[in-house]
């Protein structure tokens, strides 16, 4: 089986959900996915055994977690030399048009900073806004993030798309891993 990484980082556990379900999605496929939170201590332990890699994260306050960034710099090594797809997970990317995109490939340039690393294909990923589960501080960072963005500044909405996740995934995996393509 094609051994892939999927590396991330969350702060409210939609990115986890997202890592997770890509994971199902590439076994689905045959592929061997192993899924790692970056903040915690398997991250440092990560081997260069992987055909390709997947790495990405969710963005708070206009930016993706300094882990993240830190996790990259650190496997920059062994990153370049296999083919990399980048995700970030948020509600910039719940906005259709050229503004939303520029931001989100900015916040994506920001995290590549210093690492050297050229993804050969990146993602954004609709997130989720959960104000049930947040606390009365977080609610209200929240609430000017969403009405910036037009998003409901009340109730709990999930924006991503499931189905784009899983053909992000399966196509790069398909294109890049060097698995034997289906004869059509
Ligand atoms: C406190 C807070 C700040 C956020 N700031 C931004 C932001 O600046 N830009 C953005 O596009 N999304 C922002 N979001 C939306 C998150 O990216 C979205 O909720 C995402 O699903 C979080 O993923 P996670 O659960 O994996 O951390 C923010 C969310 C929270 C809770």
Known sequence: ?????????TTEGQ???VAEFMAGALAEQGYRA???DVASGRAAG???LYA????????HMGHHAPELARFLRTHAGWLA??????FS???TAAREGPDSESTTARMMEDLL???GLEPVKSCRVAGALRYSEYGPVKRMAVRSVARAAGAPVDEDVEFTDWDDVRRFAVEFARDFSGAPREVA
């Open 89 to 91: 997970v948020s509600l």
């Open 1 to 9: 089986m094609i051994p892939v990484l999927i590396a991330y980082t």
């Open 34 to 36: 192993d899924v790692v």
């Open 15 to 17: 990115t986890r959900k």
């Open 81 to 86: 030399s296999v083919p990399l797809a980048l």
């Open 113 to 115: 900073k210093e690492t």
């Open 46 to 48: 990560v081997q260069p």
């Open 52 to 59: 390709v890699a997947i790495v990405g994260g969710s963005v």
